[in-house]
C-alpha cells in the first residue's frame, strides 16, 4: 500500500534538500524514573513494547520511494520491506557523571545528524546514564512525517496513560496506527499542529503525484513574489548570520502556575507569556553581547493553530509574525507590548503580510500550506522560530516509569542561529533552545533570561 506525500510534506523535504545546513526534523528529548525495581528498562523490552505498537499499516513502518523531490518526480510513502525496529531504536550512554552538561552536550551532537531517508524517518534512542538512575528516551521525526511540535505528540502516542495498562484498554499508540490509514486523515491533520482539520485538504490522500507536482511549482512562484514584495524585511542581528551543520542544546523549565498567573493578572494569553519570555531572554543574550537591538521578529507557528478557520478562508496569516519589543527594558511594558501585538495581528488584515491572505484566498487549502510553509521559513522574513505546543492534561509513563522532564526541539533554518520551543507537561513548562555550535556559544544566557523574565513577570501578577 503506497501513500502520497501531502504538498506541505514535499515542501518540508525540499526545505532540507536545497540547504545542507538545514535539518528538518523535529523531536524531544523525555527523561523518566527509574522503572519499578530500579535501573532502566531494556533495550529488548522497549523494542518489544514498541514493535507491537507499531502496526503494519502505520506509516512508521514506511519509506520514501525515493530520497528526494525534483521538478517531475515525488516520493510516495511505501511500506519497507526490510523494515527492522532495531535500525530505528537504539541505545546509547551519557559520560559520567550524567548530569545536565553531559545531556545537553549529547542533545546536541544527536540534534546535529540528519534523517537516513532510505529508512522510515524517524528514530529512537535509550539513553542512559543520568543522574540518579534515570533515563531517556530520545526521538527525531522528520518535518514531513509530523508537523512542528506535533512531534512530541506523536513520541507521546507511544507511551502510556498510566504505570500498568490494563490488558485490552485503549492506549495513546491507536493514534500511531491511524496515522497509517487512509480514511482517518483528520487524526493526521489534528495532530500535524501548524494547520488544522479545516485547511487538511492537502493531506488527503486523493491528490495524485501530477497534482502535487503543479502544487508544488505554483506554491514555489507565489512563495517567492510574495516573499520579494514584502516591504519590511526582518532586521539583521548576530543571531541571523550563516550557520553550520552542529547544534548547542539547552532548556529550561519553570511552573506553569507562574505563567497561568501572569495570563490571569496581566491578560492575554499562556502563549503570550512563552513568546515574552524568549524575548527576555534575547535581551539578556544581546545585552551580554553588547549589541542593540530595537526590532527582532518572531515567525509563531502556535498562532496558526489559534486562527485555523480564519486561515481556511486566507485571512489573519500577519498572526505569522510577532515583534518581540526586546528594545524594551521593562518586562511587564514588554509582556504587554507583545500581548497587544499578538492580539492585533490575529484580527489585522492591512498589513502587508494581510495583502497575502488575499492573494491567497481564492486558492485551493493545498496552495495555502505549500505557500505557508515556504513563506515561514523564508529567513529574510523572521529573525528567530518561537514555537508553543499544548500541555498533556496527564501523566505519561514508559514502561512503568513516569515521565519528569521533557525537552522539545524544533529545527533552526539557513540564517537563523536560534530556535525556541516549549512545552506545557507535569505541571511545568518546558523550554528546548536549539542554536548553531559556532554562532550561540552563550546559550544558557539565554536559557537564565527565559527563567529570570517568568519570575519578574509571575512576581508582578502576583
Request: hydrophobic share 45%; charged share 20%.
Given at each position: 500500500?503506497?501513500?502520497?506525500?501531502?504538498?506541505?510534506?514535499?515542501?518540508?523535504?525540499?526545505?532540507?534538500?536545497?540547504?545542507?545546513?538545514?535539518?528538518?526534523?523535529?523531536?524531544?528529548?523525555?527523561v523518566f524514573d527509574p522503572v519499578p525495581g530500579g535501573g532502566r528498562p531494556s533495550l529488548q523490552r522497549l523494542r518489544e513494547q514498541l514493535r507491537s505498537r507499531i502496526e503494519d499499516v502505520s506509516i512508521l513502518r514506511r519509506h520514501l520511494s525515493m530520497p528526494a523531490v525534483s521538478q517531475f518526480?515525488?516520493?510516495?510513502?511505501?511500506?519497507?520491506?526490510?523494515?527492522?525496529?532495531?535500525?530505528?531504536?537504539?541505545?546509547?550512554?551519557?559520560?559520567?557523571?550524567?548530569?545536565?552538561?553531559?545531556?545537553?552536550?549529547?542533545?546536541?551532537?544527536?540534534?546535529?545528524?540528519?534523517?537516513?531517508?532510505?529508512?522510515?524517518?524517524?528514530?529512537?534512542?535509550?539513553?542512559?546514564?543520568?543522574?540518579?538512575?534515570?533515563?531517556?528516551?530520545?526521538?527525531?521525526?522528520?518535518?514531513?512525517?509530523?508537523?512542528?511540535?506535533?512531534?512530541?505528540?506523536?513520541?507521546?502516542?507511544?507511551?502510556?496513560?498510566?504505570?500498568?495498562?490494563?490488558?485490552?484498554?485503549?492506549?495513546?499508540?491507536?493514534?500511531?496506527?491511524?496515522?497509517?490509514?487512509?480514511?482517518?486523515?483528520?487524526?493526521?491533520?489534528?495532530?500535524?499542529?501548524?494547520?488544522?482539520?479545516?485547511?487538511?485538504?492537502?493531506?488527503?490522500?486523493?491528490?495524485?503525484?501530477?497534482?502535487?507536482?503543479?502544487?508544488?511549482g505554483k506554491s514555489r512562484a507565489m512563495a517567492s513574489r510574495l516573499a520579494r514584495e514584502e516591504p519590511v524585511r526582518a532586521t539583521p542581528t548576530s543571531l541571523n548570520r550563516p550557520i553550520g551543520t552542529g547544534r548547542r542544546v539547552a532548556a529550561a523549565d519553570v511552573p506553569l502556575d507562574d505563567?497561568?498567573?501572569?495570563?490571569?493578572?496581566?491578560?492575554?494569553?499562556?502563549?503570550?507569556?512563552?513568546?515574552?519570555?524568549?524575548?527576555?531572554?534575547?535581551?539578556?543574550?544581546?545585552?551580554?553581547?553588547?549589541?542593540?537591538?530595537?526590532?527582532?521578529?518572531?515567525?509563531?507557528?502556535?498562532?496558526?493553530?489559534?486562527?485555523?478557520?480564519?486561515?481556511?478562508?486566507?485571512?489573519?496569516?500577519?498572526?505569522?509574525?510577532?515583534?518581540?519589543?526586546?528594545?524594551?527594558?521593562?518586562?511587564?511594558?514588554?509582556?504587554?507590548?507583545?500581548?497587544?501585538?499578538?492580539?492585533?495581528?490575529?484580527?489585522?488584515?492591512?498589513?502587508?503580510?494581510?495583502?497575502?491572505?488575499?492573494?491567497?484566498?481564492?486558492?485551493?487549502?493545498?496552495?495555502?500550506?505549500?505557500?505557508?510553509?515556504?513563506?515561514?521559513?523564508?529567513?529574510?522574513?523572521?529573525?528567530?522560530?518561537?514555537?508553543?505546543?499544548?500541555?498533556?492534561?496527564?501523566?505519561?509513563?514508559?514502561?512503568?516509569?513516569?515521565?519528569?522532564?521533557?525537552?522539545?526541539?524544533?529545527?533552526?533554518?539557513?540564517?537563523?542561529?536560534?530556535?525556541?520551543?516549549?512545552?506545557?507537561?507535569?505541571?511545568?513548562?518546558?523550554?528546548?533552545?536549539?542554536?548553531?555550535?559556532?554562532?550561540?556559544?552563550?546559550?544558557?544566557?539565554?536559557?537564565?533570561?527565559?527563567?529570570?523574565?517568568?519570575?519578574?513577570?509571575?512576581?508582578?501578577?502576583?
Open positions: 500500500m503506497r501513500s502520497h506525500l501531502s504538498p506541505l510534506d514535499a515542501t518540508f523535504l525540499e526545505i532540507e534538500q536545497a540547504d545542507d545546513v538545514t535539518h528538518m526534523h523535529v523531536g524531544a528529548a523525555m518526480a515525488l516520493p510516495v510513502w511505501t511500506p519497507d520491506p526490510s523494515f527492522d525496529i532495531a535500525r530505528l531504536i537504539r541505545r546509547d550512554s551519557l559520560p559520567q557523571p550524567g548530569g545536565e552538561g553531559e545531556l545537553m552536550s549529547w542533545l546536541g551532537d544527536y540534534f546535529s545528524i540528519r534523517l537516513d531517508r532510505s529508512l522510515p524517518l524517524w528514530e529512537i534512542v535509550l539513553l542512559e546514564g543520568l543522574e540518579g538512575g534515570r533515563w531517556a528516551l530520545v526521538g527525531k521525526f522528520h518535518h514531513c512525517l509530523v508537523d512542528g511540535i506535533s512531534g512530541v505528540n506523536l513520541v507521546a502516542a507511544l507511551l502510556d496513560a498510566q504505570p500498568e495498562p490494563e490488558e485490552g484498554a485503549t492506549t495513546l499508540a491507536q493514534l500511531v496506527v491511524s496515522l497509517g490509514e487512509e480514511d482517518s486523515r483528520a487524526v493526521l491533520a489534528r495532530l500535524r499542529g501548524v494547520v488544522g482539520e479545516a485547511i487538511s485538504g492537502g493531506i488527503d490522500a486523493a491528490i495524485r503525484p501530477l497534482d502535487v507536482t503543479r502544487i508544488l505563567l497561568e498567573r501572569v495570563k490571569r493578572a496581566l491578560g492575554g494569553t499562556v502563549g503570550d507569556v512563552v513568546v515574552a519570555a524568549a524575548a527576555g531572554g534575547l535581551r539578556t543574550l544581546f545585552e551580554h553581547r553588547g549589541e542593540q537591538v530595537d526590532h527582532f521578529r518572531a515567525v509563531v507557528p502556535i498562532d496558526l493553530r489559534q486562527a485555523t478557520e480564519s486561515l481556511a478562508m486566507g485571512n489573519e496569516l500577519s498572526s505569522l509574525l510577532v515583534d518581540l519589543a526586546i528594545a524594551e527594558g521593562d518586562p511587564l511594558r514588554r509582556y504587554r507590548m507583545v500581548s497587544a501585538a499578538t492580539s492585533e495581528l490575529k484580527g489585522a488584515s492591512g498589513s502587508a503580510l494581510g495583502r497575502i491572505a488575499a492573494e491567497l484566498s481564492d486558492m485551493s487549502p493545498p496552495v495555502v500550506q505549500s505557500v505557508m510553509a515556504r513563506l515561514a521559513f523564508t529567513p529574510d522574513l523572521f529573525n528567530i522560530l518561537i514555537a508553543n505546543g499544548p500541555a498533556p492534561p496527564i501523566t505519561l509513563y514508559s514502561l512503568g516509569a513516569p515521565m519528569r522532564r521533557i525537552v522539545p526541539m524544533v529545527p533552526i533554518f539557513s540564517g537563523q542561529a536560534l530556535s525556541v520551543a516549549a512545552m506545557g507537561y507535569d505541571g511545568r513548562v518546558f523550554f528546548g533552545l536549539n542554536a548553531d555550535r559556532d554562532a550561540v556559544p552563550d546559550l544558557d544566557l539565554m536559557r537564565a533570561g527565559i527563567e529570570e523574565t517568568i519570575h519578574d513577570l509571575s512576581r508582578v501578577a502576583a
